[in-house]
């Protein structure tokens, strides 16, 4: 079940990978079986509330679906999952960030505020990508309600099903050059990134760096990609 393997997942080096560089990788999580049968939800006719040309607003080219209520199993119990181990992490940086919003133990208490507050459009996605294309940098934030991390996880089989397309993040440190980050993953593995800020030690205190993270153009093959945003979106 996909609740025992986040279990077992070692939370101990993702904590550490994810306050030194704002991202960090979960091994395999989801078997082909799964993997493919997500991918294979992007064609069907119902499940989706909307549906996106990437080129048609200046996102980059491929495209993309919202998934409706109710969420397939599988993204529910990422979500309700994960949820329990990235809060600590959350709540750990806006503390040193010196930001106000603090996160509950449960997801459903967290949804509960975003829709309060209107924000009541699920987030987590389905992304296609073809020859050619690709994600530009960018944020996904939604509203006023952001929790600080997400996670990508890949559907399609690098070197099989497609090359390039690799997941890019970049970090934009206060007077100093942009850093960028490449991070190859395989098939069933999810990379867990900052959405906007994360904190980092300075010489003079705690400072805030700004992330973006987007997709390298594809050289060959179809990418699917499944997208696991923890806030809902006004």
């Known amino acids: 079940m996909i609740a025992d393997r986040i279990a077992a997942l070692d939370w101990a080096r993702i904590g550490a990978e994810l306050d030194a560089f704002g991202c960090a990788t979960t091994g395999p999580l989801l078997d082909t079986e799964t993997c493919a049968a997500v991918a294979g939800l992007y064609d069907a006719e119902d499940g989706f509330r909307s549906h996106i040309i990437m080129a048609r607003h200046g996102f980059g080219r491929g495209e993309y679906k919202y998934f409706a209520h109710p969420l397939p199993d599988v993204v529910t119990a990422l979500r309700e999952?994960?949820?329990?181990?990235?809060?600590?992490?959350?709540?750990?940086?806006?503390?040193?960030?010196?930001?106000a919003p603090r996160f509950p133990a449960r997801h459903a208490d967290f949804l509960a505020r975003c829709h309060k507050a209107g924000q009541t459009r699920?987030?987590?996605?389905?992304l296609r990508y073809g020859t050619g294309d690709y994600n530009c940098l960018h944020q996904d934030l939604y509203g006023e309600h952001v929790f600080?991390?997400?996670?990508?996880?890949?559907?399609?089989?690098?070197?099989?099903?497609?090359?390039?397309?690799?997941?890019?993040?970049?970090?934009?440190?206060?007077?100093?050059?942009?850093?960028?980050?490449?991070?190859?993953?395989?098939?069933?593995?999810?990379?867990?990134?900052?959405?906007?800020?994360?904190?980092?030690?300075?010489?003079?205190?705690?400072?805030r760096v700004n992330l973006r993270h987007g997709v390298s153009r594809l050289r060959s093959g179809r990418r699917h990609t499944l997208g696991i945003i923890f806030h809902d979106a006004a």
């Open 81 to 99: 999952g994960l949820w329990p181990h990235l809060a600590p992490v959350a709540n750990r940086w806006n503390e040193a960030m010196d930001l």
């Open 122 to 126: 699920p987030t987590p996605l389905l």
């Open 148 to 207: 600080p991390l997400q996670v990508a996880m890949l559907l399609s089989k690098p070197g099989s099903d497609f090359t390039g397309g690799e997941f890019v993040l970049t970090e934009q440190r206060p007077r100093m050059q942009s850093r960028a980050e490449v991070v190859p993953l395989a098939q069933g593995e999810g990379v867990i990134f900052a959405v906007h800020n994360r904190p980092v030690q300075g010489t003079r205190g705690t400072y």
